[in-house]
């Protein structure tokens, strides 16, 4: 787990890409959706990439297959979401899970969730720390993927937020 003066260091890696939308719900109901990632609610788009990576993971012998995650309260850092582990949880606005698979260099997904007028706007970005020429190797083979991913990604976190009734109560999913 980084300290805290660290927790914000993977936005300054070198490689990354993400996808955003906008949501006609309120940042509180997009938030709701974004804390609820992983375990039995899955990546919510393209589903099969993401059971590939993890299958690829336990075939050298990391933790990709694993399944989990806090059920019954917000999530917080330092707990584990599927082979993640949760680096900040700061509801409504922000949700950075540090990459637990197996892989030549560091990474990081982070979610943002912005109030815009009646709505409000969701980013994912994937920060990419490589390690040697493996790692940038292994990054412009994922990227292809990871640009359809995330705008598919934040589009369906989006249509969950719109769908679900809202109470207003900020920290769900967990």
Known sequence: MPNATS???????PLHAGGTAYARAPAQAVWRVVSAIGGDNRYYALN????????????????????GRPEGRPIRAGDQIDSWQVRIADAPELLALDFGMKA????????????????????ATAFWDPQGTAGK????????????????????????????????RVGQGG
Request: some cysteine.
């Open 137 to 168: 190797i292994y990054w412009a083979a994922m990227k292809p993927a990871h640009l359809v991913l995330f705008k598919r990604l934040t589009a369906e976190i989006c249509r969950r937020a719109e769908q679900v009734p809202f109470d207003g």
């Open 7 to 13: 927790l914000h260091d993977y936005r300054h890696y």
């Open 104 to 123: 030549p260099g560091h990474g990081v997904l982070e979610f943002r969730v912005a109030p815009m007028g009646d709505g409000a706007r969701v980013t």
């Open 48 to 67: 099969g990439l993401w059971s590939m990576r993890e299958w690829l993971d336990s075939v050298v012998g990391g933790p990709g297959r694993r399944r």
